[in-house]
């Protein structure tokens, strides 16, 4: 099995969470600040609903100093294979000061097929936050999409600020990064904690040290408004999107935004753009656990499964034992790394995103628990991005670098950590401490965030479809049922099953209902349940 490109198509990355995947999370201490207004718009002034902010529309004209921008004519070029066309779309830096110093942004696209009248351009955004779009479209949405929606659609992607081709940032080295990779996230004393703080340290230093003005400059807010523009530049009136885990709040964002040109949006695994990061950390940590659960039922079930045949219950405890081993005595995996318990976490956790994963990751733990730990760690280097020479992507360096900006951070330090462990162990004995204290990687980030938890209800949108699948563990079902609740023009679409997102994963339903939204303009019913 290709499990990076299993990972991939499923838009598999975490929308939070810490060390595990570079991801940041936030809420407890930073200074909050709201989005200001920019280049003489109405900006996002902020209204309550209930006590909570809502995000605020901007205003549908177009201000002066940014029509240089919408008015630009992309130079289309032959890019990769299968007629796909590349070009360099610019944006302003920073949207207060518009000119000032621009940032270059990647777009790709492949023309739609026929037959049938084109209906413009569709956008995709695998998530992340840090997953390429241009490789997600290049990979897989480009040539996997349905045919129907091909015909009819260019399919587009615009690799967000920060990510992949479009400036990225960075902050490690290889070697360097290796070794993040193999941090104890489990300390179990002052020095192990020491070093989980250290590692979390420079890892924010290297960011601000190889990235530049763009660290500051990565926020969804920008990404969305970079949105705009490349909708402006394609010649459409109305922003037509798939989005899956992060790319749904990039689009709710969007909606915000600029409701009266939100077009035909379909928000797959969704996240609650309404929560502080601590509550996503702790949901998404019981989000792993559910997942966890539905795998263990089904290995116990099997005679080979590497966990015992007794109960789930048994195999989470199996598992634990397991990594509590790896802790004490990593295990050879033929390379010049070892699978300790950092590595297997994150392996273990890779699987969860598919179902069907699963046989493989029963064959890496029957394997690594007989002392060859390859299979494991090949599931977390096609996590992490890691190729067979050693060189990441920089997915893990794009995620926290947008999350830490997008929210303030959860922990103020290791105190916080510790006071909220019982409410992360409830959350998932396999997983709770492991999460709890990766959560604090964006502590020491050197970018104050400029975002904050906010409602987001796009009045006057177009109906948008949001989609939400019951065993989710990276975006957990509740987070879909809260967005679909706050956006005033959406509706619910349910996968009632295992793995992250819906949309092109197997349900006949679930792909027909959000065809037919993309093709017609009619949205499923509102409560409709798919299998």
């Not at 998530?127 to 399919?155: E, H, K, M, N, T």
Request: charged residues 25%; proline residues 6%.
């Amino acid at each position: 099995m290709d499990t990076s490109r299993l990972l991939r198509a499923s838009g598999a990355v975490l929308a939070f969470a810490g060390l595990l995947i570079s991801g940041c999370s936030s809420e407890t201490s930073a200074p909050e600040a709201s989005i200001s207004t920019q280049s003489g718009e109405p900006g996002s002034g902020e209204r309550r609903a209930g006590g909570e902010k809502v995000l605020q529309p901007l205003s549908a004209a177009i201000p002066a100093d940014l029509e240089p921008y919408y008015g630009q004519k992309l130079r289309w070029r032959a890019c990769g294979a299968d007629d796909f066309e590349c070009a360099t779309m610019k944006a302003p830096l920073d949207y207060a000061d518009p000119g000032a110093e621009d940032v270059k942004l990647a777009v790709s696209r492949v023309k739609a097929t026929g037959p049938g009248r084109r209906l413009g351009s569709l956008l995709v955004n695998p998530g992340g936050p840090g997953g390429s779009a241009i490789g997600y479209l290049q990979s897989y949405a480009g040539i996997g999409y349905p045919a129907p929606v091909r015909a009819r659609y260019d399919i587009v992607a615009m690799d967000p600020r920060g990510v992949a081709r479009s400036e990225p940032v960075t902050c490690l080295s290889d070697k360097e990064m290796d070794a993040y990779t193999q941090v104890d996230q489990t300390p179990d004393d002052p020095d192990e904690v020491e070093g989980l703080v250290e590692a979390f340290k420079k890892f924010a230093d290297g960011c601000r040290n190889r990235s530049g003005d763009v660290l500051g400059h990565v926020s969804t807010i920008e990404s969305a408004r970079d949105m705009d523009i490349l909708r402006g530049v394609l010649g459409d009136r109305k922003l037509a999107y798939v989005g899956a885990s992060y790319g749904t709040y990039l689009g709710a964002t969007y909606a915000g935004l600029y409701p009266s040109r939100a077009g035909r949006l379909v928000l797959d695994g969704a996240m609650d753009p309404s929560l502080p990061a601590l509550r996503m950390n702790r949901d998404q940590t019981a989000g792993f656990d559910t997942a966890f659960t539905a795998f263990a039922e089904d290995c116990v079930r099997r005679d080979d499964c590497p966990l015992g045949t007794r109960s789930e219950q048994e195999a989470g405890r199996r598992l634990q034992d397991f990594f509590r081993k790896l802790d004490a005595d990593p295990v050879p995996t033929g390379q010049d790394r070892d699978l300790g318990e950092a590595l297997a976490t994150t392996g273990v956790i890779a699987a969860m995103y598919d179902e069907g994963a699963w046989a493989q990751l029963r064959n890496a733990l029957r394997s690594a628990m007989d002392g060859d730990g390859a299979g494991l760690l090949g599931l977390a280097d096609a996590y992490y991005e890691r190729d067979s020479g050693g060189s990441y992507a920089n997915l893990m360096f794009a995620n926290p670098a947008v999350n830490c900006l997008d929210l303030p951070p959860s922990f103020g330090g290791p105190d916080d950590v510790r006071r909220e462990l019982p409410s992360f162990r409830k959350a998932s004995t396999v997983f709770g401490t492991g999460f709890a204290w990766a959560a604090m990687n964006c502590t020491y980030w050197p970018v104050g965030a400029t975002g904050a938890p906010r409602r987001i209800e796009a009045k006057g949108a177009d109906p948008i479809v949001v989609v939400g699948t019951t065993r989710d563990p990276a975006t957990p079902y509740g987070w879909a049922q809260g967005l679909a609740g706050q956006l005033s023009s959406a509706s619910l679409l349910t996968y009632e099953g295992d793995g992250h997102t819906a949309y092109g994963r197997g349900s006949d339903c679930v792909d027909t209902a959000i065809n037919t939204y993309l093709l017609e303009g009619r949205a499923p019913e509102k409560g409709k349940k798919c299998r």
